[in-house]
């Protein structure tokens, strides 16, 4: 009886120590991923222009537009101009005359490439222009980094869930192990193609705020100042009403709201003591 048992309990042992192999091996794959991805978030921590890298990204992005919507050794009546088109001002954010281009005699897809990079060189030129050099640098830091640190989260989940139903791979004679090595390098390289299409995409919607953008905004964040003024004085904060305000009355403009003591009420018809409303802005 006690041999009996001995052998069953190596038995157990002997399966719980090759079920942390494995455990320890398919979180190796994880850890390779972890290390490169780390890696790439340290050097563009580190990097004081990143131009360079944010462009080569847009240009992988162009040409794999033209390869879907003009794949090599095809004729111009085989291309998809119009789901270019779409494409461009959805990746990119540029309305370019790319049913022009294509109509042209002797273009391929080659030199639409070239046209939409150069393109979209000279539009992220005007926006560093507009933005100032170290601004734009700031922002491009800042989108990718973000970026990678969105793409790595919805990753980690996707291989979690893969972790969990890749065993049953098992049951059709594969190894569970080596099906998680091929999909996860798989999942690893569209995260990737995904993350270039996502910073383009983002930078490429990058503008600086109008005049009327930023008074919008300053005006805004006064509004909210003084509800956390009045919010603090235990008030609740008043909206103003148009029709009881003072004639004449702009929001905007001190020198419309008369000369009210700090006991009055306030001009802009909210009903509070003009001390506690936009008395508080003076």
């Known amino acids: 009886m006690n041999k009996s048992l001995e052998r069953a309990q190596a038995k157990v042992e002997g399966r719980n120590f090759d079920m942390r192999k494995n455990v320890l091996k398919f979180d190796d794959v994880m850890n390779d991923q972890r290390k490169v991805i780390f890696g790439q978030r340290r050097e563009i921590m580190a990097a004081a222009d990143l131009s360079e890298i944010v462009g080569d990204m847009r240009h992988e992005v162009i040409d794999e537009l033209i390869d879907t919507y003009m794949p090599p050794k095809t004729y111009a009546e085989q291309w998809d101009v119009e789901g270019l088109h779409a494409a461009v001002l959805e990746k990119l954010s540029m309305d370019a005359p790319v049913a022009d281009w294509a109509a042209e005699e002797g273009v391929d897809d080659e030199q639409m490439a070239e046209r939409l990079s150069e393109a979209s060189d000279q539009m992220m030129a005007e926006k560093t222009e507009a933005f100032g050099p170290e601004s734009m640098r700031n922002i491009e830091k800042q989108v990718l980094l973000q970026a990678i640190d969105a793409k790595w989260r919805e990753h980690l989940l996707t291989l979690e869930h893969l972790r969990s139903v890749v065993g049953f791979r098992g049951y059709a004679q594969r190894d569970p192990l080596n099906e998680y090595k091929n999909e996860s390098f798989q999942l690893f390289e569209t995260m990737l193609d995904t993350l270039r299409e996502d910073v383009t995409t983002q930078l490429s919607r990058v503008r600086p705020m109008t005049d009327e953008e930023q008074q919008k905004m300053l005006s805004e964040m006064a509004a909210r100042q003084l509800a956390m003024q009045q919010m603090a ?50």
């Not at 008030?235 to 008369?258: I, L, M, R």
């Open 233 to 282: 004085l235990g008030e609740s904060p008043a909206k103003a009403n148009p029709e009881d305000a003072a004639p004449g009355f702009v929001e905007d403009d001190p020198q419309t709201w008369g000369n009210p003591s700090r006991n009055d009420k306030c001009p802009c018809g909210s009903g509070k003591k003009f001390k506690h409303c936009h008395g508080r802005l003076n």
